[in-house]
């Protein structure tokens, strides 16, 4: 395999779009030829004291880029977070002040590098140029982009449709991420799916400064601890890099199975392929889990600190150091399983069905770690499941088949 072919097959891996098609390869094809390795930006505005997991995405692919020995630029938006960005708002977001921006700015500079070499990565604020820019200068920058092509923006598409206010500051937000580029001097760009517009509008923007337009790389949005919207520390379903140990392993065993295998892929290094394993039954969900939860707080906090967070949650959960849960098998004539409810009953932990969907209707009862919602949920025939009623009642149940035998 050829350089040129390793590089751009590990640059692809787990991108969304590399956009426009082609360009990256060019890009690499001469930076190759030339020995000048390529400037790749990624910004982030300072909304937030603390960087998320949603941000590990895209700063993984930073990352790459660096190993691949380029020169990568982190972006503080310090003068963009001034702004807000309106990206997915329904409404205009209230703007930082610069103290705000200043304070939690601070902070990303010791969160990116439990994940960036600090010795090969670059760090700017926005404000560096964007405070010296002349209202000529703004009027120029304004003169690159016109409303039809501003309002082509979903956001704004729809604020316009519902009647609601667009600020004609929130016009600047785009501009002025895409005359970031110019300013770096930039060869790519990285963010996630929903900066796309904002990512294009960058090139249109170098062209009108005569520079030769970035290639976009977009990665996918992780979902937050709720499984539906993506990961925002104002959505409150956030699991910050700098949270303790403790909360962070509690917050990753709060998550859905399935919100687990996307976890794994976007985040973990070594349970790439989970889903399929979960799938053969090679390990228990419950195991995977805790197994994720170590692996991602270790990322960020040692080893050391990892394995002590698990070892806290497991005596928080189970209660005491020594306790091992009982394991039962309880059989059923339906071929799909049986029902959560039914379950909690015939285990012992509720004294009937309508004590046990008061239990579950209550949030007491929980399923491999999560909390059970659903009374009716089937317990499926083959698969064994970690039961849990407060901190004492444990059980790991298995939903066998009944054998009815022979008819008479």
């Known amino acids: 395999m050829s350089e040129l072919s390793r590089q751009l097959e590990i640059l692809r891996s787990g991108t969304v779009d590399v956009l426009p098609e082609g360009e990256l390869e060019r890009k690499l094809t001469r930076s190759l030829e030339t020995g000048r390795p390529l400037r790749v930006k990624l910004g982030a505005d300072p909304s937030a004291p603390d960087l ?28 963009t977070g001034r702004i807000g960005d309106p990206t997915g708002r329904s409404e205009t977001r209230r703007p930082l002040t610069a103290e705000e921006v200043a304070a939690n700015a601070e902070t990303y500079r010791a969160q990116i590098f439990r994940i960036l070499d600090p010795e090969r990565t670059t760090v700017r604020l926005n404000s560096e140029w964007m405070d010296k ?51 770096l001097q930039a060869d790519v760009e990285l963010g996630g799916t929903d900066q796309h517009f904002n990512l294009l509008v960058g090139r249109e ?25 993506k990961m925002s520390k104002s959505l409150g379903n956030a699991i910050a890099i700098a949270d303790p140990p403790e909360e962070s392993f509690g917050k990753v065993m709060s998550i859905s199975d399935v919100l687990m295998v996307r976890y794994a892929e976007l985040l973990s290094r070594g349970m790439r392929g989970l889903g399929a394993r979960l799938e053969r039954a090679e390990i228990h969900p419950m195991d995977a889990k805790k197994a994720l939860a170590e692996e991602l707080v270790g990322q960020f906090h040692g080893a050391e600190a990892a394995a002590a967070a698990r070892r806290h949650f497991e005596q928080r959960f189970q209660a005491r150091e020594d306790y091992e849960p009982d394991e039962v098998v309880l059989e059923s004539e339906a071929q799909e ?59 790991r149940v298995r939903i066998q088949a009944k054998d009815v035998g022979e008819a008479p």
């Open 133 to 183: 820019m002349t209202a000529s200068d703004m009027v120029r920058l304004c003169g690159q982009l016109t409303v039809a092509r501003m309002l082509e923006r979903d956001d704004f598409a729809k604020r316009t449709r519902e009647s609601r206010a667009i600020g004609i500051h929130e016009f600047l937000y785009p501009l002025v991420q895409g005359y970031d580029s110019v300013a």
């Open 205 to 229: 923007i170098q062209k009108g400064y005569g520079q030769e337009p970035q290639a976009v790389l977009t990665m996918p949005l992780l979902e937050g601890l709720d499984g539906r919207q």
């Open 52 to 79: 998320h997991l949603g941000h590990v995405v895209v700063l993984r692919k930073l990352a790459q880029f660096q190993e691949l020995g380029h020169q990568v630029i982190f972006l503080i938006g310090d003068f």
């Open 337 to 395: 399983g049986l029902p959560l409810f039914r379950v909690v009953t015939e285990i012992g932990f509720a004294r009937s069905n309508s004590d046990s969907r008061r239990l579950i209707g209550g949030r007491g009862v929980r399923v491999d770690g999560q909390v059970a919602e659903d009374a009716l949920r089937l317990l499926e025939v083959g698969k064994e499941h970690l039961i849990a009623v407060g901190r004492r009642r444990l059980a």
